[in-house]
C-alpha cells in the first residue's frame, strides 16, 4: 500500500501528488511497461519529454 498527503502549498507545482505517491518506486521502473514508465520518466524529470497526445491513453491496460 502506497500513501501520500499533500500541502495546499503545492497545489501549484506539477505532479506534486505524484511525486509523493511514486518516488519511492521509481527502482521499479523497468517492471512497468514501456508507455507508462516513459510517463513516469518524463514527468519525474528523468527523461525529457512532454505529455504525449491522449496521455491518459499511456495508463489503459
Do not use: K, N, Y
Amino acid at each position: 500500500m502506497a500513501r501520500a498527503a499533500g500541502v495546499e502549498s503545492e497545489m501549484e507545482l506539477a505532479f506534486a501528488g505524484l511525486h509523493l505517491l511514486c518516488a519511492p518506486f521509481l527502482d521499479h521502473l523497468p517492471a512497468l511497461p514501456d508507455t507508462q514508465a516513459d510517463a513516469l520518466r518524463i514527468a519525474f524529470g528523468l527523461r525529457g519529454g512532454g505529455a504525449p497526445i491522449g496521455s491518459w491513453s499511456a495508463w489503459q491496460c
